[in-house]
């Protein structure tokens, strides 16, 4: 059974023979560069790639873009060229067809604006983008043969979709932290020292504990709301009927406009303040955008910010002149140094949405990550990238469906993440994670005697009365209906989502893998015992640990569920998923730098061994 991507592949490569791309042409001793003019060159030539839309910094996401939760780190311009370098090393490389061209979803024309936009010639493109097939193709083909067992098939089936019966408490430690409860300073400094140089944007360690410093950005933008446009709307009784009529599907239940007059007359005021609020916002952006009209570009391909956008009463002076011009209640805001993660919760702003001519929407808090310097931009200007001080689209939001306010922001500074916290800055925060992990210990020692406690009894009957269901009392029992460790979906949702599974989301629990991978364990241990382990009376509980989520629970297998005969169609779909789930672990080692260049240096010594 061979994965379609493979199949793809292998028909793919019959045509990928011939001759080498202008990569090869750099090796050659007849062409000087310098590396400043190699390296500009490299640059240009995957900046092409990526307006194709083309993910050369993750190009495994073509085959896996229906993978949740990918953190891989996007591949920098040295590894790609690696990658690269290892394909014209391997084998040849055919020309660009268009044909090639149309599977990647992309035309011969958008090659050629590509190829203007980075100064680089039509032919130096389609080679650019037939690197890009080769490298993808070499990644497919090395991957080994993907054939599997029917015994593996069938155990996976077994472990997926067995579904078991289970009774759980859940204690969330959270509501018992002890915020009274005094720290020795030597305690303070040295759990302080020991995370201090952790990163909260990808902590290194089990527990969550980090105090360096985020990534931080500094937004300013200008506000005004719909309310404050209200009192200049003046709509006469003709004005406010043409639009009852274009919007009567709106109120149905009003046969002519005198049934609901003042209603309707409110409706089509809200409706021609949100009209005139749009107009006022985009003229607000289009004045905003000329300065950078004659900005110069830098070395990083980002826009240099004029020096009249970088004066501190810049934006209050534009929102000044709104109120002066416009009669709205304009306001200039600058946020300071904020945490990325945080921006979501900034007030009125952290909310706003942006409807792109799509039709679908973009939140504030994604455009953020898209700023010149962040960590998340991976150094490639596209169109949804901006500089600093460059206005964003015009962003919205509405709240209860009454309040409207308009924003256009601009970020004006980043500092990037991993700087040392003071202790000072950190204190708090630190002093907490203390009295968290005593309550966590604590509640954790108590669990662990009730569960012993309970073994002849059973989690429903000595939950009741018990010195925990005291200390936790909005906390019950939980028996959901017997589960499995992947629940099906229908066909249809898997052929538009590409998922054919998803996990259960259990009471007070949610989705936690962890949880359900150690559940299902548990289970499948209990099934294999031998059955006079079941009359003994005993009940069988496990305890888990959920740390970082703040959760212990205490989970009792009522029935550890009763292994059935795969049919044909389940080991064929299970098949199915295992070989794409080795196909995506293949394409994550295959592109890891370190691997990247520890082939490449091997590739170096065999040839160069070889040629003498």
């Not at 229906?66 to 690269?84: A, F, I």
């Not at 010639?121 to 599997?148: C, H, K, P, Y």
């Not at 204190?427 to 992990?437: E, G, H, K, N, T």
């Amino acid at each position: 059974m061979l994965h379609p991507a493979k199949l793809y592949a292998q028909s793919l490569m019959v045509a990928l023979v011939g001759v080498s791309t202008v990569h090869a042409q750099l090796d050659n001793p007849t062409v000087q560069f310098t590396d400043a003019e190699r390296a500009d060159f490299s640059r240009r030539r995957t900046e092409a790639i990526f307006d194709l839309a083309l993910p050369w910094n993750r190009p495994w996401f073509l085959e896996m873009r229906d993978v949740e939760n990918d953190v891989r780190k996007p591949l920098d311009l040295e590894t790609w060229d690696l990658l690269v370098e290892e394909v014209h090393r391997t084998r040849a490389i055919n020309p660009l067809s268009n044909e090639m061209l149309m599977e990647l979803g992309t035309t011969e024309i958008a090659v050629i604006e590509a190829a203007g936009r980075r100064g680089l010639s039509e032919e130096q493109v389609r080679q650019a983008v037939a690197d890009f097939i080769a490298v993808r193709e070499n990644a497919r083909l090395t991957m080994s043969d993907g054939e599997i067992s029917g015994e593996e098939a069938d155990f996976w089936v077994a472990r997926t979709q067995t579904p078991i019966e289970v009774s759980y408490v859940v204690l969330d430690v959270r509501e018992v932290v002890d915020r009274t409860m005094m720290v020795p300073e030597e305690k303070i400094l040295a759990q302080y020292n020991a995370y201090r140089h952790e990163n909260p944007d990808a902590p290194g360690n089990p527990y969550g504990f980090a105090y360096a410093l985020p990534q931080r950005v500094n937004i300013q933008y200008i506000t005004f709301d719909r309310e404050s446009i209200l009192p200049s709307v003046d709509m006469s009784e003709s004005q406010v009927r043409s639009w009852f009529e274009a919007n009567r599907h709106n109120f149905t239940k009003v046969e002519k406009f005198e049934d609901a007059a003042e209603e309707i007359t409110r409706h089509a005021r809200l409706s021609e303040a949100s009209l005139r609020g749009d107009r006022i916002a985009q003229m607000l952006h289009k004045k905003m955008q000329r300065p950078w009209k004659s900005a110069q570009v830098g070395a990083d391909n980002y826009k240099i910010a004029p020096d009249s956008v970088k004066d501190p009463q810049y934006l209050q002076t534009l929102a000044e002149g709104l109120v002066r011009l416009e009669h709205v209640n304009a306001r200039a805001v600058n946020t300071g140094l904020i945490a990325i993660s945080d921006a979501n919760k900034l007030p009125e702003i952290g909310t706003a949405k942006w409807k792109r001519e799509s039709g679908d929407y973009l939140a504030f808090r994604h455009l953020i990550k898209r700023v010149q310097g962040i960590e998340l931009n991976y150094g490639i200007r596209d169109q949804l990238c901006y500089a600093f001080y460059e206005p964003m689209p015009v962003f919205a939001t509405r709240q209860d469906g009454r309040t409207v306010q308009w924003f256009v922001a601009c970020v004006t500074e980043m500092r990037n993440s991993g700087d040392d916290a003071s202790l000072d800055e950190v204190r708090d925060r630190v002093l907490y994670d203390i009295q968290y992990s005593e309550a966590f210990g604590r509640v954790g020692h108590k669990l662990s005697a009730f569960a012993n406690a309970s073994v002849e009894k059973g989690i429903e009957s000595a939950w009741p009365g018990s010195d925990l269901a005291a200390m936790f009392p909005r906390t019950k029992v939980q028996h959901p209906k017997p589960f499995s460790r992947l629940r099906r979906v229908s066909r249809q949702i898997r052929r538009i989502s590409g998922q054919a599974t998803i996990a259960p989301s259990l009471p007070d629990i949610g989705v936690s893998d962890k949880f359900l991978d150690e559940l299902f364990v548990f289970a499948s241990e209990i099934r294999n015992r031998n059955e006079a382990d079941f009359d003994s009376g005993i009940h069988f509980m496990h305890l888990f640990e959920l740390f970082t989520e703040g959760k212990w629970i205490l989970a009792e297998i009522i029935n550890p569920g009763v292994v059935r005969d795969v049919s044909k169609e389940q080991r064929e779909e299970m098949a199915s998923e295992l070989l794409e789930a080795r196909y995506q672990t293949h394409a994550a080692q295959w592109f890891r730098p370190e691997n990247v260049r520890n082939r490449i240096v091997a590739l170096r010594q065999k040839q160069s061994s070889a040629g003498d």
